[in-house]
């Protein structure tokens, strides 16, 4: 099942993942086990957020409503962009870890600040992008973010060179065709029918 990615955020202290969860699940028309809360953090304001990961077609339905209520508060949702392919082993773009190309293993390595054994959820350090780093590129994000360069595309069948084209003609008497001119009068003794 595709599934969508929700911030919710402006959550009262009170409120459960459960109950953000079964509301959800009201709201989108869905079962409640196909939406998954994660855990509640401190947001902006001294509220909290929750990320939320729910079927595209509940997501919609979630983010077209416009005061969205949950228990007392009265919640704003974001849906989040869909994520890129990114590298476990080596955090960079573009693949998975089954076929890394790289030889460097960062699978221990924080996506937040580059630094070894801590998980990116409970990093408080200051945001540093192992692989931008290594490659020269200003780090100041995390890893995987926006600001990361893009992945090198693949080639598409258009873009691969195709064999040069037999050059053409500028005249068509080179071509061996005789043409007559636009002016020739029809020979006499002829009748022309139609009018024009």
Same mark, same amino acid.
């Given at each position: 099942m595709?599934?969508?990615?929700?911030?919710?955020?402006?959550?009262?202290?009170?409120?459960?993942?459960?109950e953000i969860c079964t509301e959800l699940a009201r709201i989108g028309?869905? +079962?409640?086990?196909?939406?998954? %809360?994660?855990?509640?953090?401190?947001?902006s304001g001294g509220m909290g957020q929750v990320l939320v990961r729910c079927p595209i077609a509940a997501a919609k339905k979630i983010v077209a409503v416009t005061k969205l209520r949950i228990g007392w508060s009265v919640v704003r949702v974001h849906l989040l962009e869909a994520r890129r392919l990114q590298c476990f082993r080596c955090h960079a773009l573009g693949h998975?870890?089954?076929?890394?190309?790289?030889?460097?293993?960062? +699978?221990?390595?924080?996506?937040?600040?580059?630094?070894?054994?801590? %998980?990116?959820?409970?990093?408080?350090?200051?945001?540093?992008?192992?692989?931008?780093? +290594?490659?020269?590129?200003?780090?100041?994000?995390? +890893?995987?973010?926006?600001?990361? %360069?893009?992945?090198p595309r693949k080639p598409r069948r258009e873009d691969v060179a195709a064999p040069a084209a037999a050059p053409v003609a500028a005249d068509?008497?080179?071509l061996g065709e005789t043409t007559t001119p636009m002016n020739v009068q029809p020979p006499s003794g002829t009748r022309k029918t139609g009018a024009l």
């Open positions: 595709v599934t969508a990615a929700i911030r919710i955020s402006g959550l009262d202290d009170s409120l459960t993942e459960e028309e869905c +079962s409640v086990d196909a939406v998954k %809360a994660g855990s509640i953090k401190p947001g998975v870890g089954a076929r890394c190309p790289s030889s460097v293993d960062r +699978s221990h390595d924080c996506y937040r600040c580059g630094q070894t054994d801590h %998980a990116a959820s409970g990093c408080i350090l200051a945001p540093r992008c192992a692989v931008c780093a +290594s490659a020269g590129k200003p780090a100041n994000h995390t +890893s995987g973010g926006k600001a990361c %360069a893009r992945p068509r008497s080179q």
